[in-house]
């Protein structure tokens, strides 16, 4: 099983008390959470803390953020967050909204946004750009999770793929494409 999922701990326990998940054989992998993008070589906004964030995002001229209305995490969490904020209104106005984080992280290395919110792991795919991580008080993270299904007749396989998902060269990787190993 691999799976991103917000509950973490909790309902892998539970796969594991319902004998779905074989016990003991979870294992984290690897975390992703969301960040600023800016286009390469433009100034890198201050986020050290959630009031920086706010007057980031109140400075900015443009900003790409996912749609809630297409139902995707990113787009669901950054409408939340800037509620939370109080700055829904205050940031309509400059705010494309776009399908997906991938199209956030587009909108910013095109120069069409000064700034965007979304997954750390986008600045991977889509060149052309930095981010910066979000205030830990406001970050939330999508978890990656390896375990083996306790009916799997593959079970000397699975921990064989669990055991080269968390080998050095892989948790490499994964710092490359902006994931946090674990």
Not at 35 to 45: E, I, L
Not at 103 to 112: F, L, P, R, S, T
Not at 113 to 130: F, N
Not at 153 to 178: E, N
């Amino acid at each position: 099983m691999w799976c991103p999922t917000k509950p973490g701990p909790a309902q892998n326990e539970e796969l594991e008390k319902q004998g779905k998940l074989l016990a003991g054989s979870r294992v984290e992998i690897a975390r992703v959470g969301f960040t600023v993008f800016v286009k390469k070589g433009a100034p890198k906004p201050d986020l050290g803390s959630v009031d920086a964030l706010k007057r980031a995002l109140l400075a900015a001229k443009s900003i790409a953020l996912g749609d809630p209305a297409s139902g995707g995490g990113a787009g669901v969490y950054t409408a939340g967050l800037m509620q939370r904020l109080g700055l829904s209104e205050e940031i309509k106005a400059k705010t494309r909204l776009v399908r997906s984080g991938t199209e956030v992280a587009e909108a910013v290395a095109k120069g069409e946004t000064e700034i965007g919110i979304g997954v750390a792991s986008d600045a991977s795919i889509v060149p052309g750009l930095e981010s910066i991580p979000l205030p830990t008080e406001v970050q939330s993270y999508s978890l990656y999770v390896a375990g083996i299904n306790s009916g799997s007749k593959q079970a000397d396989a699975a921990k064989a793929l669990i055991a080269f998902l968390t080998s050095p060269a892989v948790k490499q990787a994964l710092t490359a494409k902006g994931f946090e190993p674990r």
